[in-house]
């Protein structure tokens, strides 16, 4: 749940955190994941300029992403409607001062950029990281089961979740599937999404667990948290029980699960070759709260961090002039696996983003990059790297620190950590704060958990 109603906060209704580049927040404070909040109609604003606003924009970014893969495909839905390039890793690049670019890696994660005209070989980069995962339940590779009478999925969790928070949803499935095409002879890579509930968790009723609220609700992951897809039709023929068994034997998931996508993609069953598929709530974001101030949804942490980022990099070099006096080159890196170590190849931990930086130095540079090109590039550059922070819960107070108690409506907020969990030093905080007052943009600190990490590359 994010709070949008003060004109300091991230997501207010004006854009007044358009430009320039670093005058754009990445993240606000939000309750803790315990106190997701349901609403079964979106409430409506009579605000005219709702349409248009950042709100109304972000609500459609968050309707759209309900998976890595589509939070990317609406990113680089964005960009290029905004102008900039698409790219490719294994193609060479024509780079230009005042161009704009991005690629894509594994259609969950996303490098964009827009050059100063004014760049010059070992010029800095600015950058915002965030990353386009979130908790989930994923589909295992065989996800058919059958328990009684009824036909359920098997699943596994994705980070760190609240899992119990997911029993008694709309749920639905939504991912990539690899497509056979018409002529046999190539694959297509294909987003998919069932809008309409498909799946439920259910809750074991109170009268066969009457211990429950002295107890606490505590699932078997692996023998509780298995959805419910159908029930299982009984056969009438000794033939259709035959060939039941020989789709079984075939197939990795259940028939049924996948005639419901062949419909969504409009191809035949056979086609589908691979699926890699999440489980996913259907729904929608939207707006409530007495005064119409929250954002109810899902995957805040941290969609909301990627669209501002994304919206921030459009926003500052959407007018020809806007890159016509930049020295440096702006980016913004949106990672995926942050949820489970950022070790993949599409993750923060591999070398994407100083493999794109290398990249784009040497190519404006015609190639002919000097000693240490690279390395004084990273040293003027700086990296915001932006997560959703958990804002004080009213119920829980003393869960948080008490002089670093990150409130809603108080400011964007930096985080400590002594161990150096964060890259935040007192340089870079200083700095950040610097640019917060010049643009009137409150910060605030907290000591651990998750958020906001600043450093020199």
Do not use: W
């Given at each position: 749940m994010a709070l949008i109603t003060r004109p300091h906060t991230l997501l207010h209704y004006r854009s007044c955190y358009s430009s320039p580049f670093f005058n754009q927040p990445l993240s606000l404070p939000f309750p803790t994941r315990a106190t997701r909040l349901r609403s079964f109609s979106c409430a409506t604003n009579s605000n005219s300029t709702l349409s248009n606003s950042i709100v109304a924009d972000l609500l459609d970014y968050l309707n759209e992403s309900w998976t890595h893969f589509h939070a990317t495909a609406e990113a680089k839905r964005q960009l290029v409607a905004a102008g900039f390039q698409l790219l490719k890793e294994n193609e060479e690049w024509d780079l230009k001062p005042g161009g704009r670019y991005f690629f894509t890696r594994n259609m969950s994660c996303l490098i964009a950029f827009a050059i100063g005209q004014k760049y010059n070989v070992g010029d800095g980069f600015h950058v915002i990281a965030a990353h386009t995962d979130s908790p989930c339940l994923k589909l295992k590779p065989r996800s058919a089961s059958t328990k009684s009478a009824y036909s359920m999925v098997n699943v596994q969790t994705y980070g760190g979740g609240l899992w119990h928070t997911w029993f008694d949803r709309d749920l639905s499935v939504a991912g990539r599937v690899i497509v056979r095409s018409g002529s046999g002879n190539a694959y297509l890579h294909k987003l998919v999404k069932v809008k309409r509930p498909l799946l439920r968790i259910p809750t074991l009723a109170i009268h066969l667990d009457r211990t429950v609220n002295q107890d606490g609700f505590k699932p078997n992951l692996e023998t509780h948290l298995l959805p419910l897809l159908s029930m299982k039709h009984e056969e009438t023929s000794l033939e259709s029980k035959e060939k039941s068994t020989a789709m079984s034997s075939k197939s990795s998931?259940?028939?049924?699960?996948?005639?419901?996508?062949?419909?969504?993609?409009?191809?035949?069953?056979?086609?589908?070759?691979?699926?890699?598929?999440?489980?996913?709530?259907?729904?929608?974001?939207?707006?409530?709260?007495?005064?119409?101030?929250?954002?109810?949804?899902?995957?805040?942490?941290?969609?909301?961090?990627?669209?501002?980022?994304?919206r921030a990099l459009i926003d500052s070099c959407e007018s020809p002039g806007d890159l016509a006096s930049e020295h440096a080159v702006r980016m913004v890196a949106l990672f995926d696996n942050e949820e489970v170590g950022s070790g993949s190849i599409?993750?923060?931990?591999?070398?994407?983003?100083?493999?794109?930086?290398?990249?784009?130095?040497?190519?404006?540079?015609?190639?002919?990059?000097?000693?240490?090109?690279?390395?004084?590039?990273?040293?003027?550059?700086?990296?915001?790297?932006?997560?959703?922070?958990?804002?004080?819960?009213?119920?829980?107070?003393?869960?948080?620190?008490?002089?670093?108690?990150?409130?809603l409506?108080?400011?964007?907020?930096?985080?400590?950590?002594?161990?150096?969990?964060?890259?935040?030093?007192?340089?870079?905080?200083?700095?950040?704060?610097?640019v917060g007052k010049i643009h009137n943009l409150p910060t605030q600190m907290r000591m651990h958990v998750f958020n906001y990490s600043f450093q020199f590359m």
């Open positions: 998931h259940h028939p049924l699960l996948m005639q419901v996508l062949s419909d969504e993609l409009n191809c035949d069953v056979d086609d589908i070759v691979s699926v890699e598929l999440n489980v996913c709530d259907t729904q929608p974001s939207c707006l409530g709260g007495g005064n119409n101030e929250f954002i109810f949804s899902g995957r805040l942490d941290n969609l909301a961090s990627s669209y501002c980022a994304l599409q993750g923060a931990g591999a070398p994407t983003m100083f493999q794109a930086i290398r990249r784009i130095v040497g190519d404006l540079a015609n190639n002919h990059v000097g000693e240490s090109s690279f390395e004084r590039t990273i040293r003027q550059s700086f990296l915001v790297s932006a997560d959703m922070a958990h804002g004080v819960h009213p119920n829980f107070m003393d869960k948080h620190e008490e002089h670093h108690r990150p409130e409506q108080k400011g964007l907020v930096i985080k400590h950590n002594a161990n150096q969990r964060y890259a935040t030093s007192g340089v870079t905080s200083f700095l950040f704060k610097e």
